[in-house]
Every structure is written in C-alpha cells, then in structure tokens.
C-alpha cells in the first residue's frame, strides 16, 4: 500500500460508510473507516494513534504515529 485514506465517521455512524469513497480512489489507495468509543471524533486522537500503530505496518502511518504521541504525552 502506498496511499491511504482514513475516514472518521460523525456521530451515529459507522466504518462500514468509508466503502462509499472507495469509488473516488484508485486501487493505489487504501480505504480505512475508523470507528471510535469516544463521544465525539476530536476526543478520539489516542484511539486514532493507537488504532494505527497495531493494525498498519505502513512507513508513512509510523511517522504520523510518533509525531501525533508527542503531541498527546
């Protein structure tokens, strides 16, 4: 995989509504829908980090990661 796309559901919602978007991507991309536990996305920066560093072995997603845990502590 060399791209991906990480779609964030709104509240109600669901991972499943990502597959929608596959059609404006070529097969170059990866579409990934996320689905959270807290109340509203914005809260949810610790599930995104943690969610990424165990289910994606991606250079690119690594890099994110460790600048995205700094931030957060």
């Known amino acids: 995989m060399k791209n991906a796309v990480i779609y964030v559901h709104g509240k109600g919602g669901n991972a499943e509504e ?16 996320f689905d959270y536990k807290s109340l509203n996305p914005w809260d949810a ?5 943690n969610y990424l560093r165990n289910n994606n072995n991606n250079k690119y997603f690594k890099k994110w990661v460790r600048s995205e ?4 502590g």
């Not at 990502?18 to 829908?33: C, L, M, P, T, V």
């Not at 920066?45 to 980090?49: L, P, T």
């Not at 845990?69 to 957060?72: H, L, Q």
């Open 45 to 49: 920066k610790i599930e995104f980090i």
């Open 18 to 33: 990502a597959n929608r978007y596959k059609q404006f991507f070529d097969d170059s991309f990866e579409i990934i829908g």
């Open 69 to 72: 845990e700094r931030r957060v």
